[in-house]
Nanobody
Framework: QVQLVESGGGLVQAGGSLRLSCAAS????????MGWFRQAPGKEREFVAA????????RLADSVKGRFTISRDNAKNTVYLQMNTLKPEDTAVYYC??????????????????WGQGTQVTVSS
C-alpha cells in the first residue's frame, strides 16, 4: 500500500503561482511512476502531468505545457507540481497518483493504483 497526501492548494489570482506537494508513505516510493490529475465540477478527471520513477522522463498535458512543471524528490518521498501563470480554467481539485505505469500509459487515470484525497485549487479572474 501507498498512502498519498496532497497539500499546497488554495485561492490565487490569475497569473499567479502555486506549488502542490504530494507526500507518500508505505511501499517504496521510488519504485512508482507518479501523476497529477485534476477534476473540475461537472467534468471528468483529466491528466495534468506525470513522471517516471527516477524523474528523468516527464509528460505534461498540452493545456499546461510551458506553465506547469512536475518533479520528485525520492529522498523525501515527495512529488511536486509547480504551477505558474495560472488561469481560471485551471480551477479544479488536483489529485496525486502512484503506480507501476509505463511511460506510454501515464496519461491514463485507471493505470494508477493509488490516489490521494485531492487538494482544491481555485484561480480567480
Amino acid at each position: 500500500q501507498v498512502q498519498l497526501v496532497e497539500s499546497g492548494g488554495g485561492l490565487v489570482q490569475a497569473g499567479g503561482s502555486l506549488r502542490l506537494s504530494c507526500a507518500a508513505s508505505g511501499r517504496i516510493f521510488s519504485n512508482y511512476a507518479m501523476g497529477w490529475f485534476r477534476q473540475a465540477p461537472g467534468k471528468e478527471r483529466e491528466f495534468v502531468a506525470a513522471l517516471n520513477w527516477s524523474g528523468g522522463s516527464t509528460r505534461l498535458a498540452d493545456s499546461v505545457k510551458g506553465r506547469f512543471t512536475i518533479s520528485r524528490d525520492n529522498a523525501k518521498n515527495t512529488v511536486y507540481l509547480q504551477m505558474n501563470t495560472l488561469k481560471p480554467e485551471d480551477t479544479a481539485v488536483y489529485y496525486c497518483s502512484a503506480g507501476s505505469v509505463l511511460s506510454y500509459f501515464q496519461h491514463i487515470a485507471r493505470q494508477y493504483a493509488y490516489w490521494g484525497q485531492g487538494t482544491q485549487v481555485t484561480v480567480s479572474s
